[in-house]
């Protein structure tokens, strides 16, 4: 089993900054890709951004130019650093993490953080 552990979450006023942070433990052979997923009330979830091992990162449109996303390999940490936060960014942030088994990669969700961007 692997588990997530996420903090950073919180509310802040349009225009400002938050960072989120994800440390992945348990039973980790290898790791596929690492990322970030959003669920607003009334909307689906999606895909925020994405770091693959050994790949470019993905961002979805809407928060290109303002989020950034890093890992650090040798702590299992995936970070999300958003700037020029707006209201239409207040969501449940979830962390993901794909990792290598030997039946195919296993993805594993994070609790989920609150963000809350206020007008």
């Known amino acids: 089993q692997v588990q997530l552990v996420e903090s950073g979450g919180g509310l802040v006023q349009a225009g400002g900054s938050l960072k989120l942070s994800c440390t992945a433990s348990?039973?980790?052979?290898?790791?596929?890709?690492m990322g970030w997923y959003r669920h607003a009330p009334g909307k689906q979830r999606e895909m925020v951004a994405v770091i693959p091992s050994g790949g470019t990162s993905n961002y979805a449109d809407s928060v290109k130019g303002r989020f950034t996303i890093s890992r650090d390999n040798a702590k299992n940490t995936v970070s999300l650093q958003m700037n020029s936060l707006k209201p239409e960014d207040t969501a449940v942030y979830y962390c993901n993490v794909v990792v290598v088994r030997v039946s195919g990669p296993v993805g594993y969700w994070g609790q989920g953080t609150q963000v809350t961007v206020s007008s």
């Open positions: 348990g039973s980790i052979f290898g790791i596929v890709s």
